[in-house]
Nanobody
Framework: VQLVESGGGTVQAGGSLRLSCAAS??????MGWFRQAPGKDREFVAA????????LYGDSAKGRFTISRDDMKKTMSLQMNSLRAEDTAVYYC????????????????WGQGTQVTVSS
């Protein structure tokens, strides 16, 4: 399994970015996004399944971020709107995890991450 994130960059507060994750090799039903800011633990952002019928969001993403999948293209996207300085982090793609008690528990399959910087 290989995961490659793209779409990160620098944006002003209030702006938008769209992240993408391209998967190759074996693909799994569940995929998700996590992020890690300097000096902080990795944080769950969002996850969904192949046909987008299951969508989970972390508290920081609810109402601002939208996750989507294109199973034919083996891609997952994260549309991020109304970005804030506290959204600054490296964003990672994960696949093959499980939903446990309504929360996405990641697998060991990670991408290399893409940096998102929001300037205030």
């Amino acid at each position: 399994v290989q995961l490659v994130e793209s779409g990160g960059g620098t944006v002003q507060a209030g702006g938008s970015l769209r992240l993408s994750c391209a998967a190759s090799g074996v693909t799994f039903n569940l995929m998700g996004w996590f992020r890690q800011a300097p000096g902080k633990d990795r944080e769950f952002v969002a996850a969904n399944n192949r046909d987008n019928t299951v969508q989970l969001y972390g508290d920081s993403a609810k109402g601002r971020f939208t996750i989507s999948r294109d199973d034919m293209k083996k891609t997952m996207s994260l549309q991020m709107n109304s970005l804030r300085a506290e959204d600054t982090a490296v964003y990672y793609c994960n696949t093959g995890g499980r939903v446990i008690n309504g929360r996405y528990s990641p697998s060991t399959y990670w991408g290399q991450g893409t940096q998102v910087t929001v300037s205030s």
